[in-house]
C-alpha cells in the first residue's frame, strides 16, 4: 500500500481523515496516517490556537488544513458585510425556523449564551484568513471544497511549499481543479458525508483518475474498511479522504447522544438534503431535515444564508440533546455523516481503526492473490 503519495508526505498508509476535531487529526498522524482539520467553524483567531495545539501535540508528524472557499455564493453575498447577511434572510424562514423548534419543544438559548458562529469562513475573506493562519503553521497540505479555490490561494500555498488538493463530485469537475494549478484530487462520491455530488464512489473514481492523470486522487466516500480501501487502489486511486469513519473514534468531540444515533444508523438513514448549508450535503435524516425537504417547508436559501438562519438554532437543538438525549428535541441534532454510517459500530480509538484497517487490506490483498492471474 506505499503509495507515491507516502512518499511525498513521508506517511505510511495512505489514509488521509478529515476532522474538524484536533485530537482525531493527531492521533491518525500519530498512527501513521495523514489527518486534516477541518477550518471551516473555526474563527481565524481559534484556528491560530488549533494548529499551535497540533504543531505542539503531532510529534513532527505531518498534517493539513481544509478550508471551504465556494465558487458560487448568493448573490451579492461575496462582498457582503455580516449584517446586510443577516438582512437578506426572508422572515418567513425565521418564521419557520422557529415553529419547527417550538414543534419539538426546543427552549432558546438561555440569556448571555451566545449561538453559534453563524458565517464561518465561506466567505472569501473569512477562507482567506484561513489560508493565512494556516500557512503560518507547518502544514503539508491545503484542501479546498466546494470549487476551485482561487488563483491567489493556489500561488500563495506554493509559495510555501504546500501542495494543494481540493474536492469534486465529477470527471468535469476535476480537469477545472487541476487547471486551476491543484495538485492532488479528492473524488468524492455521493456516498460521503457532507457536501457530495451524484455519482457514486466506485463510478466516480476511475474516471477521475483517467481524466486528471498523472496527478495522483484520493478516493472518498464510503471508505472505512480495509476491503474498501483495496478497491479504491484498484480503481486506481493513490489513497482513500476519510471523514464520517472518525465521529464514532474516541478522540472525537462529537455530542454523544449523536454518537448513539450514529452507532444505531443504517446505510439508509442519511439524506442528501440542502438544510444545512443550502448545497446537498449528505447528513444524518432527522426531523428536522425531514421538515425542510417536506411541504410546508419555505425552501432553502444559498449558501451561505441557510447556515447563518439556522446557525442559532443548531446549537439550541444540541444543548438539548445534551440535556436530555431523549427528549423530542434532542431527535432535530445530527451530523452530516455519509452512508458508511452503517458500519459504524464501535467507538475505539482512531489508531487501533487505522490498524485494523490496514490488516483488513492485507488480507484483501491475499485473498485476491489467491485468485491467481
Ligand atoms: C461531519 C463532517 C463534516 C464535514 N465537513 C467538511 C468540511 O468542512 N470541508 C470539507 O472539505 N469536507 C467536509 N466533509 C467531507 C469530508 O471531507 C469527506 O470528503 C467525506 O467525509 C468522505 O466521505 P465519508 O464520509 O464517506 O468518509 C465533512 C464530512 C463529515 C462527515
Redesign the pocket.
Known amino acids: 500500500m506505499r503509495t507515491k503519495l507516502c512518499d511525498q508526505f513521508g506517511i505510511e498508509f495512505p489514509i488521509f481523515a478529515?476532522?474538524?476535531c484536533r485530537d482525531v487529526v493527531a492521533a491518525v498522524s500519530k498512527a501513521g496516517g495523514f489527518g486534516?482539520l477541518?477550518?471551516?467553524?473555526f474563527s481565524p483567531e481559534q484556528l491560530q490556537i488549533e494548529l499551535a495545539w497540533l504543531d505542539e501535540h503531532i510529534d513532527g508528524k505531518p498534517y493539513g488544513v481544509?478550508?471551504?472557499m465556494p465558487a458560487n455564493l448568493a448573490e451579492g453575498a461575496a462582498d457582503a458585510t455580516k449584517s446586510q447577511l443577516e438582512a437578506m434572510i426572508p422572515q418567513k424562514h425565521r418564521d419557520f425556523i422557529e415553529s419547527t423548534l417550538a414543534k419539538y419543544g426546543v427552549p432558546p438559548l438561555p440569556e448571555g449564551v451566545a449561538g453559534a458562529e453563524s458565517l464561518l469562513g465561506w466567505t472569501p475573506s473569512g477562507g482567506h484568513s484561513h489560508v493565512d493562519v494556516a500557512l503560518k503553521h507547518d502544514i503539508r497540505l491545503l484542501?479546498?471544497?466546494?470549487g476551485p479555490p482561487p488563483p491567489d490561494v493556489v500561488a500563495q500555498a506554493h509559495r510555501h511549499n504546500v501542495p494543494v488538493a481540493a474536492?469534486v463530485g465529477s470527471p468535469e469537475q476535476a480537469l477545472k481543479q487541476v487547471a486551476a494549478g491543484v495538485d492532488i484530487i479528492?473524488a468524492?462520491?455521493t456516498?460521503?458525508?457532507?457536501?457530495?455530488g451524484e455519482i457514486s464512489?466506485m463510478v466516480l473514481t476511475p474516471q477521475v483518475v483517467d481524466a486528471v492523470a498523472p496527478a495522483p486522487v484520493l478516493a472518498?466516500?464510503?471508505?472505512?474498511t480495509g476491503r474498501q480501501m483495496a478497491a479504491a487502489l484498484a480503481l486506481g486511486a493513490e489513497g482513500?479522504?476519510?471523514?464520517?469513519?472518525?465521529?464514532t473514534v474516541k478522540e472525537s468531540d462529537?455530542q454523544p447522544a449523536v454518537v448513539q444515533r450514529v452507532m444505531h444508523a443504517s446505510s439508509r438513514d442519511t439524506v442528501r438534503s440542502r438544510a444545512m448549508t443550502g448545497k446537498p450535503?449528505?447528513?444524518l435524516r432527522t426531523p428536522w431535515t425531514e421538515a425542510w425537504d417536506g411541504p410546508e417547508s419555505p425552501g432553502t436559501l444559498p449558501m451561505p444564508l441557510q447556515f447563518m438562519a439556522t446557525a442559532e438554532a443548531y446549537s439550541r437543538m444540541y444543548r438539548a440533546a445534551e440535556a436530555d438525549p431523549d427528549s423530542p428535541a434532542a431527535q432535530l441534532a445530527g451530523?452530516?455523516?455519509?452512508?458508511?454510517a452503517g458500519m459504524l459500530n464501535s467507538v475505539r480509538p482512531a489508531r487501533d481503526v487505522i490498524f485494523e484497517m490496514v490488516e483488513q487490506y492485507a488480507a484483501a490483498i491475499e485473498r485476491l492473490d489467491a485468485l491467481g492471474k
Request: glycine share 16%.
Open positions: 478529515f476532522s474538524h486534516v477541518g477550518a471551516l467553524a481544509d478550508i471551504v484542501v479546498n471544497a466546494l474536492l479528492v468524492s462520491g456516498e460521503a458525508g457532507g457536501h457530495t464512489t472518498a466516500g464510503g471508505i472505512a482513500v479522504w476519510t471523514g464520517s469513519m472518525w465521529l462529537l450535503a449528505r447528513q451530523t452530516p455523516i455519509g452512508q458508511i
